[in-house]
C-alpha cells in the first residue's frame, strides 16, 4: 500500500532552519505531483508548497515565499521541505500529500495520499 513517512521536525529557535524530508513507498513516485501542507492548533490544514512531478515547477503560498524551498528526488522516492527564517507562526504540523492526478496543486483536496505528520515548533 501506499505510505508517506515524514520526518525531520523539532523545536528550533526563530530565525533557524529545519529540513523535513517524506519517503515514499508503495507507489510510481515519478508520476505524482507532491505537497507539503500545515495544520496549526485550531486552524484548518492550509497549502505551503507543491512540486511537479519531474521537480521543475514549484509553487509556494504567499507566507513561506523566499523561506521554503520544496525539492524532490525521483531516485530516492523523497521530497524535502527546506524551511529557512523560521518563525513563530510556522509552529503547526507539516503533512507530506501525493497527488495522482495533477503535477502539482495548491488544494488539498485534490491530493489522494497524506503521512502522518511531522511537529515543527518555532519558539520566539
Known amino acids: 500500500q501506499v505510505q508517506l513517512v515524514e520526518s525531520g521536525g523539532g523545536l528550533v529557535q526563530a530565525g533557524g532552519s529545519l529540513r523535513l524530508s517524506c519517503a515514499a513507498s508503495?507507489?510510481?513516485?515519478?508520476?505524482?505531483?507532491m505537497g507539503w501542507f500545515r495544520q496549526a492548533p485550531g486552524k484548518e490544514r492550509e497549502f505551503a508548497a507543491a512540486?511537479?512531478?519531474?521537480?521543475?515547477?514549484?509553487y509556494y503560498a504567499d507566507s513561506v515565499k523566499g523561506r521554503f524551498t520544496i525539492s524532490r528526488d525521483n531516485a530516492k522516492n523523497t521530497v524535502h521541505l527546506q524551511m529557512n527564517n523560521l518563525k513563530p507562526e510556522d509552529t503547526a504540523v507539516y503533512y507530506c500529500?501525493?497527488?495522482?492526478?495533477?503535477?502539482?496543486?495548491?488544494?488539498?483536496?485534490?491530493?489522494?495520499?497524506w503521512g502522518q505528520g511531522t511537529q515543527v515548533t518555532v519558539s520566539s
Open positions: 500529500a501525493a497527488d495522482a492526478w495533477r503535477s502539482g496543486s495548491t488544494e488539498d483536496s485534490e491530493y489522494d495520499y
Open positions: 508503495g507507489l510510481r513516485f515519478s508520476t505524482y505531483g
Open positions: 512540486i511537479s512531478r519531474d521537480g521543475t515547477i514549484t
